[in-house]
């Protein structure tokens, strides 16, 4: 199985939910996945990534980025990463994708946009750092890994290597099996 691309990963993204806070009126949008709204001058709303960045573009709503996408927060996150090489910190699954296209697209919503994108690159090598180490660590003695707290892209970037090496371990127990036949 081919990865995905980093585009259709971050279109996968963009039905999360974010909140914006429109600078128009409209009553309720009905959409197949269901309605949206009402828009409300300065009443913040939920919409998806897409719907906010779509505003955004045109100029129709201010994005409010989620709690997460905090420097701060982010910097915690990151100190607590380094600590323990087992584990990965809690972020949300699209974590990387949402950050990069708000990044992008609303960089004038994001507060310290400078020291996020910063914490987020430094926060993303060391999760790199970690899997790496990880899969280094692969005996083929065991029968099943664990990872939680790992985003979509990350899974993404490792998948490829993941499954070659667990096709490579099989290929060699099993033909260390038939030699002890």
């Not at 905090?70 to 380094?82: F, G, N, S, T, V």
Request: proline share 7%; glycine share 2%.
């Amino acid at each position: 199985m081919e990865p995905f691309t980093a585009a259709e990963i971050e279109f996968q993204s963009e039905d999360e939910e974010i909140e914006i806070v429109p600078r128009f009126a409209m009553p309720n949008l009905h959409l197949i996945t269901g309605d949206l709204g009402p828009f409300t001058p300065q009443i913040p709303v939920k919409v998806p990534l897409w719907l906010a960045l779509s505003l955004k573009k045109s100029q129709l709503c201010h994005i409010r980025p989620p709690f997460w996408l905090d420097a701060a927060h982010l910097q915690e996150r990151l100190e607590h990463e380094k600590e323990d090489d087992a584990f990965y910190e809690p972020l949300p699954f699209h974590y990387m994708e949402i950050a990069a296209q708000l990044m992008d697209l609303a960089s004038d919503d994001v507060p310290d946009y400078s020291k996020i994108k910063q914490v987020l690159l430094d926060i993303e090598e060391v999760r790199y750092a970690k899997m790496r180490k990880t899969l280094m660590e692969i005996t083929g003695g065991d029968f099943a890994y664990k990872c939680t707290n790992i985003s979509a892209m990350e899974i993404n970037k490792v998948r490829p290597f993941m499954t070659k090496t667990v096709d490579r371990l099989h290929q060699v127990t099993t033909a260390g099996a038939e030699l002890e036949e």
